[in-house]
């Protein structure tokens, strides 16, 4: 069955430092991978998703994520962190047409 | 357009009464799918509707659980006999198709509260 891991439940970065959000994956099959974003008393934001095409995926707000299959990473990366990315992001994986997701990682931002 | 809807916001019922949450998906998503959010944790599956038909419920925790789809639109989560151990997010979500790289769309969620 499919598994995601999400290594730091507490993530703080300073404004203007790199994020990293970590994520392993256990897939027995080639895995679809995502990437959400949740603000306080608000629903799932897709950022990303990987769906076999290239490996380096690029999405919203500046935030990008690459797929590694010899890790079975799928680490999130953003440049420069600002204030609003302040939220909690989750890695997901599919199982058959549902998702599984990890535990989530709150991000902090500090000024 | 809008996106998924999900009635109430909030819902704080006594122990051992039902309820019944409500979800109205994008227009003309096929897909539709329950999510159970606890706190401190990520969303876990709970049923899986295409069209009318649940094709998965494998996620529902027990018989206490059930949800509908009459016409393949609005989906309705029914919990029997609530217990405290019910208390979480219900999220909903839907997509435009039903192969695995699929986008959800998820709404923002029904907060149950059992006392």
């Known amino acids: 069955a499919q598994s995601v891991t999400q290594l730091g439940s507490h993530v703080s970065v300073s404004e203007g430092a790199l994020v990293l959000l970590r994520c392993n994956y256990s897939?027995?099959?080639?895995?679809?991978l995502f990437w959400y974003v949740q603000y306080p008393n608000q629903g799932l934001q897709l950022l990303l998703k990987y769906t076999s095409a290239a490996t380096l995926v690029k999405g919203i707000n500046g935030f990008e994520a690459e797929f590694k299959k010899s890790e079975t990473s799928f680490h999130l990366t953003k440049p420069s962190a600002h204030m609003s990315d302040a939220a909690e992001y989750f890695c997901?994986?599919?199982?058959?047409?549902?998702?599984?997701f990890g535990a989530g990682t709150i991000l902090r931002v500090k000024s | 357009g809008a996106g998924v809807s999900q009635t109430p916001s909030n819902k704080v019922t006594e122990k051992g009464k039902y309820v019944e949450l409500r979800c109205d998906p994008i227009?003309?998503?096929?897909?539709l799918y329950w999510y159970r959010q606890s706190l401190g944790q990520g969303p876990e599956f709970l049923i899986y509707f295409q069209g009318t038909g649940a094709a998965d419920d494998s996620g529902l925790p027990n018989d206490r659980f059930f949800a509908v789809r009459p016409e393949g639109s609005v989906s309705t989560l029914k919990i029997q006999r609530t217990e405290r151990g019910d208390s979480a997010v219900y999220l909903c979500?839907?997509?435009?198709?039903?192969?695995?790289?699929?986008?959800?769309?998820f709404g923002p969620g029904t907060r149950l509260t059992v006392t």
């Open positions: 227009s003309g998503h096929t897909a």
């Open positions: 979500a839907s997509s435009g198709g039903t192969g695995s790289s699929y986008e959800q769309y």
């Open positions: 997901a994986v599919t199982y058959g047409n549902k998702l599984v």
């Open positions: 897939s027995s099959v080639p895995p679809y």
